[in-house]
């Protein structure tokens, strides 16, 4: 038999001695090696149970993923989540490891009582501990090839000068500030260092809110509706049960149900592993189809539109009602909704941040639903329906914001000199080619709406505005205003604190293909507010929307807003999905959809902007001026000289 040579020989020698065992990723090996202890579910780790946790996982082992925020409610198992991905990397990626906890006494516990024996039984971590006794002490855990160290926020000198490859910061909100700004610092010197940030939120704008809002990519959990089979995120604003207030918490804990925001169907708590198993996180540049099907015709998740972010800084969001360890979240929530009400006539801060995971507000920062219905259906003012001008329209303006794959669209119309302006039309198209695009725009500019006068036959208006936010697709929007319709408004929103920079609006060009295309910037901040008190009534800068809000910053075009009796929820809902906190507008909750809001907003901007109160078209008695059929009034195109300067707060520009 031939012998094999001196290099087979070496070859073989070494790879028995330096063998080293294929990495496996965090979900095998969580769902092969961890075990929990005590609680509601002990034994085996199964990562089927919680789905949304996959994602949280595999972003803890890539290289380029350098934070990872994950804001939560209380018991949700993200604390066990994270113990074991220091486990896994005690025996796949060793490195020291510095956890904080907001005090040293909880910090030790937690290492004794929880991380230590949960080391003792899982295999594959007790095998890098070498002397179970020196190896367990109070503040550290030692294994073969790292430290796992246990500080409080309240001892911060603890953490200065130790290198760390891998820093966990847990009840983010509840540790000290420069403690946490210390620790931080600690993996810099490291390529490929890991700080993980969890926590309950606490004050929204603040601590881990804050934290999950500054991420390059924030993640949002979507999942389908077993009805429609269209994708949403799960929020508070859709959870259902029976009997309302009079219903007895212990009925709605088993009973209650989450009401799907595109068909108005219940989605059940028995839905939820289905929907778990299909559901998808989506980042804040992305969207989400609807449910496939594959050749044998079974379910398969809907396809995720759209570039992923830089993803140095991932966040992520998991509320109450997205719990899957509870049999019925959605009951859990609102019957714990239920006995605050009853107890203190009123939700409180825990029941928003730690039954919720909601950060808190002041109450009244926002505008809700039920107020805004209200209002329409009050309203005496409210002459239009959907689909239709009231009487007194001298003319409309469709402002529309495009997204990745669709478009959304709302139709104004306003009275004389813009003092009074109706919702009278909105909807969404999807577009995902740029020839799509371009009809869909064609196709409104082209739409009439009839206005309503009894006794007379209907006539019809068309646009006298068409207004598109150029936040995406930007370049083919440039290029239909260039090429195809050049009267199309071309806007793009910013944002200021508080009041730093006090203009509405500025104009400005942008080279485009050898064109100068007009483009409108528009102080989002500024028309937000006031939006928000001319919707919820409020015309004053002084009082009633909220304490934070009476600093003046505000923009013009003082009108009165008037929202159709049949407005369905799912405007409303967008029109109360941001709140005002610290300075700024930002949505409630990652996911949450907009589109409306930001469009009512560029509606105000525009009419401005355009000069419509300069414009006197004579109206009387109802009597439409201009050329009806072919667009109404028609407002000029160029603002004043004096466009986006201002003086004082509140005092009218463009006059």
Known sequence: MPYASARDIMAETLALVFHAEPELPVPQWMDENRVLIGGDMPGRWDGRVV????????????????????????????????????????DVRPGRWMIMLPKAEKAEDFNRTRFQPAIKVCDRAMRHIANEKKAFTAARTTYDRGIIEWLGSNSESGTEGTPARYVWIDEFDRCDPLATSKLLERGKTFSDSKVIETGT??????????????????????????????????????????NGGQADPTIVRRTAWYECPSCREKCHASDRAWQGRLGQWVAQTQSIGDLGKDEHGHDTAGEV?????????????ILGIDNDLLPNPYGEVAAAFLEKIRQHGQVDYVWCTETLGEAYMVKGSRL???????????????????????????????????????????????????A??????????????????????????????????????????????????????????????????????????????GNRDTRPYT????????????????????????????????????????????????????????????????????????????????????????????????????????????????????????????????????????????????QRFLD
């Not at 239009?384 to 139709?411: F, S």
Request: with cysteine; glycine share 10%.
């Open 201 to 242: 939120p606490g004050d929204a704008g603040k601590g881990i809110d804050a934290r999950r809002g500054a991420a390059t990519c924030q993640y949002t959990w979507f999942v389908p509706c077993p009805h429609c089979r269209k994708y949403h995120t799960r929020n508070w604003r859709q959870v259902r049960w029976a």
């Open 51 to 90: 789905p949304y946790f996959h994602l949280i996982m595999v972003m803890c082992a890539i290289p380029d993923v350098r934070i990872v925020t994950l804001m939560k409610p209380a018991q949700c198992g993200v604390t066990e989540l994270f113990i074991g991905i220091v486990l896994w990397s005690m």
């Open 507 to 650: 104009r400005s060009t942008v080279d485009f293909a050898g064109a100068q295309i007009p483009l409108y910037r528009i102080n989002v901040t500024l028309w937000k507010n006031s939006m928000a008190r001319w919707l919820s009534g409020t015309q004053t800068t002084e009082a009633q929307l909220t304490a934070t809000l009476t600093d003046g910053t505000d923009a013009g075009l003082v009108s009165t807003w008037h929202l159709p009796k049949d407005v369905d929820d799912g405007l409303l809902s967008q029109l109360c999905s941001e709140q005002y906190v610290d300075g700024i507008w930002a949505v409630r909750r990652k996911g949450d959809a907009n589109h409306y809001w930001d469009i009512f907003v560029y509606a105000a901007a525009v009419l401005e902007a355009l000069g419509v109160r300069e414009v006197n078209t004579g109206a009387s008695n109802g009597k439409v001026q201009g050329n009806g059929g072919s667009g109404g009034v028609k407002p000029r195109v160029e603002p004043a000289a004096r466009v986006g300067e201002r003086g004082p707060v509140g």
């Open 368 to 418: 809700e639903v039920a107020e805004l219905k209200a209002r329409a259906e009050q309203s005496p003012n409210a002459k239009g329906e959907h689909g239709r001008c009231p009487l007194g329209t001298v003319g409309v303006i469709v402002v529309c914001d495009v997204q990745v794959d669709r478009l959304y669209w709302a139709a104004f119309a306003f009275s004389n000199r813009g």
């Open 420 to 497: 009074d302006i109706w919702l009278a039309d909105w909807g969404c198209e999807a577009c995902l080619g740029d020839g799509t695009l371009a009809t869909v725009l064609d196709d409104l500019r082209l739409k009439e709406w009839p206005i309503s006068k009894p006794g007379e036959k209907d006539r019809k208006i068309k646009p006298s505005i068409v207004a598109v936010d150029t936040g995406h697709r930007a370049e083919v929007l440039y290029r239909y205003r260039k090429d195809r319709d050049s009267k199309t408004v071309l806007v793009k929103g910013f944002a200021t604190k």
């Open 305 to 317: 539109v759209g570039e992923r972010p830089p993803i140095d800084h991932v966040s992520f969001a």
